[in-house]
């Protein structure tokens, strides 16, 4: 792809807000579809699917305003990865939501990341080196980087676990253009789950 555009700046970039309001993150599957936008100039995925048609996602709920996602970029021999990062804090540590952590650990993912101004960022999802032998996995996937938290000392102390995942790409993150469902009914025992349609 070659330089053939300027970046303008509008009133609405000048007036965007920080930070994330949801995370949504799935296990890939071996019937995992992902269509990339063929329009370069957009850089979209407008579908994922699996095997279930449309693709399900497990919806992370955090401390409002301690999630945020990272983009750092490193040039080496000719080749550009990039170093992305998705971050949330889990309140209050509870052995239910620890479980669900555990599962975490082996786990090779893709997450949604959608800010604050309604853009909704796909990690883990790359159309440059797809793993063309395991089918059920790109080589560019979201992994579990660490945790870090505690109960703290003093009653006003937070109490939760803080989430940082992570994924090297061969790209920058692509915005999902398709439809996000969202199905929960705001009691803690829901298993809170989305799915993605076209």
Known sequence: MAIDKGIAIVCADLQQVGGIKHVLLREWTTADGIVYDSNAHLHEI???????????????????????????????NGSTSFECGLSFMLPRMT???????QAMQNTCMMAIAVDNNDQAFVLGVSDQYVNAVAASRSQTYVSLASMEGGTGSAFTDDNGITVNLTCKQYELPREYTGTITYYTDGTPSTIYKAETTT
């Open 95 to 101: 052995s239910e939501k620890f479980a669900e952590l």
């Open 46 to 76: 407008t579908s994922i699917k699996d095997a279930s048609d449309p693709a399900e996602w497990y919806i992370y709920e955090f401390k409002s305003q301690e999630a945020s996602m990272t983009v750092n970029a490193t040039k080496e």
